[in-house]
């Protein structure tokens, strides 16, 4: 067993060399990293580190959630001690930090913003907060610390009207999340004043019991209060906004009609790992409580009442909403069934099983080949390495310790998987929507960009293994990337910045930068890097170009648009980073489906038919030169038999279309043309 120490002594060297290499301080890498492990938790979608204190006021990363009004604000108490008897935080000083934190909240609200520099992120967030002063509904504070703290449950309080919660996460609960990937379990506590009455029944088969009950409204928007989205993890689909039609059903029902609520509403279904069930006389009895509590259907309503609730100050007393509680016989039957039901119990807004999380298809199949697909030696030399996907946090240390039992084989372990090519499907998601031009969803944050790039995997059908290269080669792309935006030294914005320069990268090369070999080099070409170099300082101007806060506007796809209305021509030097004959050996192809059709269109035709092609044209006097000359070389492409580029197909494909209109003929199997 590990000591807290050993485990704090380690942690801290491995923050200190990313620190170097990211060229960071080590509290603001301290920030970076434990605002990922706040979202892979689940207690907040994204974390924006905006490191910024002055006298009396310190904040260090956000989020806001616009539907819900709900502002998250991370601060860091950054103490540098490995040995425990250092890195005891007092209470002096946890009180402190929260409140350095509410007196820049309180400033912000103010003109904050008016005394930081413009190009601080910080900046952007005490903007934020005065802007939406009146929208801002509540509060969550965290604070951050490698040290260690006593165990108190999260607290409230109230400024200026302002429910405040305040969360705590010290090294020992950082440590204890690096190594196991568990998330703090949901208990909910109804207790001898609020229990709820319902009806127990057990299935016949033995393998779940259900509870049927009415919740009040009020109940459970303060559940969500608390809570968040974290009720909703085994239904990713958390909430589709009020402009969806069901949802602003929902909405008018409450505010309009409470006392139809149940009438109208299906009520949600619920998970729970354990209850706390009192039977009265049989199957007859009261909810005290319930432990792990998941909605898996229903998150629309859930999310609908806190919405009413908070925005519209709608009053909930009237409203008791369905429940369908569910706990299950057997733990390894979790994964199997409880997406099962959360697909056949929706009814509201069909979820699709792309929603449910990271434990399916094909997510277990990378994993797996992550561990077997050999990474060349960027040297020549023989020198063996993989690129490890962490599908689920802690599986790369699960690993380590499962196949690594003495000091020889963790070195040889480290050796083979080196933790700077491990990556998370966090970043495995960023990767791949910035390769499809779609900066605006990356720049949402981890948990939502990674939903939307879920869905679009699902329903891909892919070659596994050289998707896996593709990836990789994306991964190597991106940290290079981030590497040239540090050393400008933007103030800021760099994950926005990464992931516009290259996107817009691939819309200027046609998604053609060759994939592969990035994977056999492991390395960007020098053509890449300097496109990338003299590109992101574009993006950098362009994104602050506005009066709008800069994060938000990277959200909206217009900022994407615009973008590309730029002008910007590649160096020389990128043509040998781009494909030779036009998609890639596998994998995914980047070729729309007008492009793979004419491709596949032009390659079913013979060379001899495209030069008779040619002659025909200008025998006739018919289209111009340039299209007889682009019949010529399909021809030769053809003869060759090399891969068509996309243009010349389309345009061939054009040709041909318009020749057959003006009488042009040919039967492949005979080799005669006949003429009008």
């Known amino acids: 067993m590990v000591s807290f120490e050993e485990a704090s002594r380690q942690f801290h060297s491995e923050l200190s060399s990313r620190s170097v290499v990211m060229s960071l301080l080590k509290e603001h890498q301290f920030i970076e990293d434990i605002g990922a492990i706040l979202v892979e938790a689940g207690e907040i979608d994204d974390c924006i580190r905006c490191s910024y204190q002055a006298r009396g006021l310190k904040v260090d990363g956000y989020y806001y959630d616009s539907e819900f009004g709900h502002l998250y604000l991370v601060v860091a108490l950054w103490k540098d001690e490995a040995e425990e008897s250092k ?21 912000s609200r103010q003109t904050l913003f008016e005394k930081i520099e413009i190009a601080n992120e910080a900046h952007d967030l005490a903007s934020l907060i005065h802007d939406c002063r009146e929208e801002i509904l509540n509060v969550t504070m965290i604070m951050i610390t490698d040290g260690l703290t006593d165990k108190r449950p999260a607290e409230f309080e109230t400024v200026d009207g302002f429910e405040i919660k305040k969360l705590i996460w010290d090294m020992d609960r950082i440590l204890n999340f690096i190594e196991t990937g568990e998330k703090e379990e949901i208990e909910i506590i109804f207790g001898e004043e609020a229990k709820i009455p319902c009806l127990l029944q057990q299935s016949q088969n033995g393998v779940y019991t259900s509870y049927l009950a009415f919740v009040p409204g009020d109940r459970l928007a303060d559940l969500y209060s608390n809570w968040g989205t974290r009720l909703l993890e085994m239904n990713v689909r958390v909430f589709l906004s009020a402009r969806g039609k069901v949802n602003k059903g929902i909405r008018e029902t409450i505010i309009n009609e409470p006392g139809m609520f149940c009438a109208f509403n299906n009520g949600i279904t619920v998970y729970a790992r354990e209850v706390d069930f009192k039977s009265r006389d049989g199957f007859d009895g009261y909810l005290y409580g319930a432990k792990d509590f998941q909605i898996v259907n229903g998150g629309q309503t859930i999310a609908s009442l806190h919405h009413a609730k908070r925005r519209q100050k709608a009053d909930l007393s009237k409203i008791s909403v369905p429940m369908k509680l569910i706990t299950l016989s057997r733990d390894e039957d979790i994964e199997t069934l409880v997406p099962r039901i959360s697909e056949y119990s929706n009814t509201q807004n069909k979820v699709s099983m792309s929603d449910l999380a990271a434990n399916e298809k094909p997510h277990p199949e990378m994993h797996e080949l992550s ?21 689920s946090r802690g599986s ?73 290269k593709q990836t990789v080669a994306l991964l190597i792309l991106w940290r290079d990337t981030e590497r040239i935006v540090r050393q400008q030294g933007f103030d800021g914005y760099r994950h926005n910045i990464v992931t516009y320069t290259l996107a817009w990268l691939f819309s200027l090369t046609q998604s053609q930068i060759d994939l592969e070999k990035i994977w056999q080099e492991q390395k960007s070409g020098d053509g890449i890097l300097l496109a990338v170099e003299n590109m992101c300082r574009i993006v950098n101007e362009h994104i602050r170009a506005t009066s709008q806060n800069v994060t938000e506007w990277c959200k909206k796809e217009e900022c994407w648009k615009l973008l590309l209305e730029k002008e910007y021509d590649l160096p020389v030097a990128i043509d040998s980073s781009l494909l030779k004959k036009g998609k890639p050996k596998g994998g995914y192809d980047p070729r729309t489906k007008d492009e ?19 002659g025909w044209l200008k025998q006739h006097q018919f289209l111009t030169p340039k299209a007889r000359s682009q019949c010529f070389n399909m021809g030769r492409s053809i003869q060759r038999k090399l891969e068509p580029s996309k243009p010349l197909s389309i345009a061939c494909k054009k040709v041909w279309e318009e020749a057959e209109l003006r009488g042009w003929e040919w039967v492949e199997t005979i080799g005669v043309e006949s003429k009008s």
């Open 596 to 614: 793979r059709e004419a491709v596949e269109f032009c390659k079913k035709i013979s060379e001899k038919a495209w030069y008779e092609l040619a």
């Open 396 to 468: 790369y240390e699960e690993t380590r310790r499962l196949e690594a039992r003495t000091p020889g084989q963790e070195k040889a372990f480290d050796a083979l998987y080196p933790k700077s090519q491990r990556f998370d499907k966090g970043l495995f998601g960023k990767v791949w929507n910035t390769f499809l031009r779609k900066p605006y969803y990356v720049s949402l944050g981890a948990q939502k960009n990674f939903a939307e790039f879920n869905i679009w995997l699902k329903e891909q059908e892919l070659d596994l293994e050289p998707f896996f």
């Open 87 to 107: 890195a005891r935080v007092t209470k002096t000083e946890i009180e402190d930090t929260f409140h350095r934190c509410i007196n820049f909240f309180q400033k």
């Open 371 to 391: 561990k077997r697909v050999q990474a060349p030696d960027p040297t020549g030399g023989s020198r063996i390495t993989y690129w490890f996907y962490e599908k």
